[in-house]
């Protein structure tokens, strides 16, 4: 079955450290691969996003995110993190074919200490 | 401007009621989509409308009925509601595009507490 797995449930760190989060998907084919974020209380904000080229991609706030096809993973980082990220975080994969359908991975809770 | 927009944004009500939750995105997008996000806050899809044909429809009860008049509104009303139907529903559109390299937008949620 398709699925999208996130290994940290929840996360802690001291702000300026980094940060790694996992994502790995089963196989189903083409993907395309999104990270969203949940501030506390608010939306969906997408993070980044790929669909093809470079696997390495960069988004909003100083995130980024490297497909490893052969791993089927996609794991967020970022260099040196800040209170104002604590929030939820969500990998989510489309499947070609799959009309368009996220599957989502179970989140991560980040909490970052000031 | 809201791109992706819900009402109401809180609702309380008593188990056996029946509610709706209405949905508006004005970004032209002609792909739009319920998820449900439990306690857990697990997000799932229920339903996704492209130009007012429903093209998904997951495991979902069939108290759950969604609506597109039109291709900017997707409403979804819950008949008979129970405890379990207690979470928050998103509303998303997409553009649609046959490679499927799009992104979803999402609107600020509907909490529905069911008492």
């Known amino acids: 079955a398709q699925s999208v797995s996130q290994h940290n449930h929840h996360v802690i760190l001291s702000e300026a450290a980094s940060l790694e989060l996992g994502c790995n998907y089963s196989?189903?084919?083409?993907?395309?691969l999104f990270w969203y974020v949940q501030y506390p209380g608010q939306h969906l904000q997408l993070l980044l996003k790929?669909?093809?080229?470079?696997?390495l991609v960069k988004g909003i706030k100083g995130f980024e995110a490297e497909f490893i096809k052969s791993k089927f993973s996609f794991n967020l980082r970022k260099p040196s993190v800040q209170w104002s990220d604590t929030a939820e975080y969500f990998c989510?994969?489309?499947?070609?074919?799959?009309?368009?359908?996220?599957?989502f991975g179970q989140g991560t809770t980040l909490q970052v200490k000031p | 401007d809201t791109a992706v927009s819900q009402t109401p944004k809180y609702l309380v009500t008593q188990m056996g009621n029946d509610k709706s939750i209405k949905c508006e995105q004005n970004?032209?997008?002609?792909?739009m989509y319920w998820y449900k996000q439990d306690s857990k806050k697990f997000l799932k899809i229920m339903f996704s409308?492209?130009?007012?044909?429903?093209?998904i429809n997951e495991t979902v009860p069939n108290r759950f009925s969604p609506k597109s008049p039109d291709k900017a509104h997707l409403n979804l009303h819950i008949n008979s509601l129970e405890l379990g139907d207690s979470a928050v529903y998103f509303c998303a559109s997409s553009p649609s595009r046959a490679d499927n390299s799009y992104e979803q937008y999402f609107g600020p949620g509907t909490r529905l507490t069911v008492t």
């Open positions: 970004l032209g997008h002609d792909t």
């Open positions: 409308y492209n130009n007012k044909e429903l093209i």
């Open positions: 989510a994969v489309t499947y070609s074919g799959n009309t368009g359908k996220l599957i």
């Open positions: 196989y189903g084919g083409t993907v395309n």
């Open positions: 790929y669909f093809s080229g470079d696997p």
